[in-house]
C-alpha cells in the first residue's frame, strides 16, 4: 500500500530534441496515484515521444522526472519498469512465433524475479500459470492461448499487447493508442480492461477514440506540437474553442 | 515428435561405437563438435547473439583443463571443471564488452577476441608451448576407474557421457524461465525492455554458460587427443561450427547435433574419396539446404511432407 507521502509520477520541464526538431517542450505533467488522464493531440503531437521519455526508451534533453519523490530522469527502461512504471506500445510489440499464453507468462515471470531461474520449468509455477489465465479470460482470449500471436487478427494482438502490460501490475500506466486498430466490436474489452485496473493505479490514456477517451479519463490533456496548449475536465476540453478549433475542429464544425 | 529425437541420437551414438569401432578417433570428435555447437546453439540460437568466435572459448578451455592436468591435477573431471571456469570467465569478460555493441561490430568483436587468445597462446611459448602446441597432458582414469586406451572406447563414451548430460541440462535450460526470456529476446528486445528485463544482463548470462560449454569441449579435446594446439582458437573453428548449426538448424539442440554429424561426416568421406575438391561437396551440401529448407535438417520431415502431399512451399 501506498503512504500518505507517495507523490505517484511528477514530471518536471520535460523537453526532447531531435537534432533540430523539437518534440517535446518543457512539459509539466503529474500522475497521481488513481489518476485517470487522457493526453490527446493532433498527429506528431509528441505524445508517443512523451510516452517513451517517462519509461525511459528515449533519454530526455533535459528536464525531470520524480516517481514517489525520486529522481528517476537517470534511470534506463528497465529499471523504471521493475519500479512499476509500464506502457503499451502504439505500434504493436509483441513476441511474434509464441503463443498467446507464453507472451503473458513472459512479464509475470519478470515480475516475479524469476527470470534468471535455469532449472524449473517455465510453466512449472502454479499461481504464475492461474495469473496467465486469469488475463486471457479477462480480455477473451481463450480460444487463441496456444497460437503464435503472429497469427492473430492485429485488433487480437492489440488486446494482447494490454494484457502483457496488465501483467506487470504497474503502478503508473501510460497506455499509447490501446484502441487503434481495435474493430469496434472489441474496444469495449480495452475500456472494461481500463474500467478494471485498481483504483490506486496512475493511468494515462493517449488515443485519438474520443468516446473511449470521454468513458476514461476524468481529466485531458492536449499536447500540441510538443507543448501543452491546455489541461482540463472533458467538459472544459469539449468546450475549448482552441481544441475544437486545432483537434475536433473538422468533426464539431 | 521432437521429444524422441534425442533418444534417437543417443541411440545412433551408441549404435555407431559398435558399428565402427576402428574409427573411434574421428566419432569422438563428432560428439566434442557437437558440444561446441550445441554451445553455440545457446548463444545464437537461443540469445541471438550473432557470434563467429565461439572457438576463443573452447580454446581457453582446452588450454586450461591441459595446464591443469600438467600443473595441478590429472583428475579428467576435475579438467572439465577448470575447461568450464575458463570459457565461463572468458566469455564474461569479453561478453561484457562484446554485448555492449550491436550487429556486425558484434560479430567482428567475437572474431577479434578469438584473433587475440590465439596471440596470447603463441606468445606465451614457456607456458603454452607456443606453435609446437601444449605437450605431455596424461590423463589419469576417469573416476579413477576407466584409463584411457589406444583404441579411444573410453575416451568415446566419456565424451559420449559428457555430452549426453550437457544436452539433458540444455532442454531443461531451454524450457526453464530464463530459456523463455532468451527466446523472448530473440523475438523482441524492445518488449524485454518493457517488462522490465536488462536485455544486457541476460545476454551476458546466456554469453558466460555458453562460454562454460564451449570451455568443456575444449578440455574434451585436450584430454583425449592428450594435445592442445593454436588451431583451437582458429576462426574456422568458430565458421564451421556456424555452418553445421545452420545446417541442423538453430534454436532446437539435435539440430546442433544433427548438423554437426553430417556435415563432419560428409566432410570426412568428401575428403578422403577427393582430397582436392572435397569443399565443393561441403559447398553444395550447405547451399542445397540454405535454399531448400531454410530451417535447417531438422525440417526435412515437414518438408517431405509436403512434398508428398503435394505442397508446392515444401520446407517454408
Ligand atoms: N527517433 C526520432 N528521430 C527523429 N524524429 C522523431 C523520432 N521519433 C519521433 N520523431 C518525430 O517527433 C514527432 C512526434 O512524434 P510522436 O510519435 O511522438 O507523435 P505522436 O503524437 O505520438 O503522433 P501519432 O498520433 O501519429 O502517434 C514527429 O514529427 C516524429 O516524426
Ligand atoms: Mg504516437
Not at chain 2, 258 to 269: D, E, K, L, P, S
Amino acid at each position: 500500500m501506498q503512504g500518505p507521502e507517495s507523490k505517484g509520477l511528477e514530471v518536471r520541464g520535460l523537453s526532447k530534441h531531435f537534432g533540430g526538431l523539437t518534440v517535446s517542450e518543457n512539459i509539466d505533467l503529474d500522475l497521481p496515484p488513481g489518476a485517470r488522464k487522457a493526453l490527446i493531440g493532433p498527429n506528431g503531437a509528441g505524445k508517443s515521444t512523451f510516452a517513451n521519455l517517462v519509461t525511459g526508451i528515449l533519454p530526455p534533453s533535459s528536464g525531470t522526472i520524480r516517481f514517489d519523490g525520486e529522481d528517476i530522469s537517470a534511470l534506463n527502461e528497465p529499471a523504471r519498469v521493475r519500479r512499476g512504471i509500464a506502457k503499451t506500445f502504439q505500434i504493436t510489440t509483441l513476441f511474434p512465433s509464441l503463443s498467446v499464453r507464453e507472451n503473458i507468462r513472459m512479464p509475470v515471470i519478470e515480475r516475479k524475479r524469476l527470470g534468471y531461474s535455469m532449472l524449473r520449468a517455465a510453466n512449472g509455477d502454479a499461481g504464475t500459470e492461474a495469473e496467465v489465465q486469469t488475463l486471457i479470460d479477462q480480455f477473451e482470449l481463450g480460444p487463441l492461448a496456444e497460437r503464435p500471436v503472429d497469427s492473430l487478427a492485429y485488433g487480437q494482438q492489440r488486446l494482447v499487447e494490454m494484457a502483457l502490460t496488465l501483467a506487470l501490475k504497474p503502478r503508473v500506466l501510460i497506455l499509447d493508442e490501446p484502441a487503434a486498430g481495435v474493430p469496434s466490436s472489441e474496444t469495449h474489452l480495452i475500456v472494461e480492461a481500463i474500467e478494471r485496473l485498481p483504483k490506486d493505479l496512475a493511468v494515462l490514456v493517449i488515443e485519438h477514440d474520443m468516446d473511449l477517451v470521454f468513458r476514461v479519463a476524468n481529466s485531458i490533456i492536449v499536447l500540441v506540437a510538443g507543448q501543452i496548449l491546455t489541461e482540463g475536465t472533458p467538459q472544459q476540453i469539449a468546450g475549448d474553442a482552441r481544441v475544437r478549433e486545432l483537434y475536433l475542429g473538422g468533426a464539431h464544425g | 515428435m521432437g521429444r524422441f529425437v534425442p533418444l534417437i541420437l543417443l541411440a545412433v551414438a551408441v549404435g555407431l561405437y559398435f558399428l565402427l569401432p576402428y574409427n573411434l578417433a574421428f566419432l569422438t570428435r563428432i560428439l566434442i563438435m557437437v558440444l561446441l555447437v550445441l554451445s553455440l546453439d545457446l548463444v545464437l540460437g537461443y540469445a541471438g547473439i550473432a557470434t563467429l568466435g565461439q572457438a576463443a572459448m573452447y580454446g581457453a578451455g582446452a588450454y586450461a583443463a591441459g595446464l591443469f592436468a600438467i600443473h595441478v591435477w590429472a583428475d579428467p573431471l576435475a579438467g572439465l571443471v577448470a575447461g568450464a571456469v575458463a570459457g565461463a570467465i572468458l566469455a564474461l569478460v569479453s561478453g561484457l564488452v562484446i554485448l555492449r555493441a550491436q550487429g556486425l561490430t558484434v560479430i567482428m568483436l567475437t572474431i577479434a577476441v578469438a584473433q587475440i587468445c590465439a596471440e596470447i597462446a603463441n606468445r606465451a611459448r614457456d607456458i603454452t608451448g607456443g606453435a609446437d602446441g601444449l605437450r605431455g597432458i596424461r590423463m589419469d582414469p576417469v573416476l579413477g576407474l576407466f584409463e584411457f586406451d589406444f583404441v579411444g572406447q573410453v575416451g568415446y563414451w566419456y565424451a559420449l557421457i559428457v555430452v549426453a548430460v550437457i544436452f539433458c541440462f540444455l532442454m531443461v535450460l531451454g524450457r526453464s524461465s530464463f530459456g523463455l526470456s532468451l527466446r523472448g529476446i530473440h523475438e523482441s528486445p524492445a518488449r524485454m525492455g518493457a517488462i522490465g528485463v536488462s536485455v544486457y544482463w541476460r545476454r551476458v548470462a546466456a554469453y558466460t554458460i555458453g562460454g562454460a560449454i564451449a570451455g568443456i569441449a575444449g578440455a574434451l579435446t585436450a584430454q583425449i587427443t592428450q594435445l592442445v594446439s593454436l588451431e583451437t582458437f582458429a576462426f574456422v573453428l568458430s565458421a564451421e561450427a556456424l555452418i553445421m548449426l545452420i545446417l541442423g538448424g538453430t534454436g532446437r539442440l539435435y539440430g546442433a547435433a544433427i548438423g554437426t554429424f553430417v556435415f563432419m561426416w560428409a566432410h570426412h568421406t568428401a575428403a578422403s574419396n577427393d582430397p582436392f575438391n572435397w569443399l565443393f561437396v561441403i559447398g553444395a551440401m550447405v547451399l542445397a539446404v540454405v535454399f531448400l529448407l531454410p530451417k535447417g535438417l531438422i525440417s526435412m520431415p515437414a518438408a517431405l511432407t509436403q512434398i508428398f502431399k503435394g505442397g508446392r512451399d515444401a520446407g517454408t
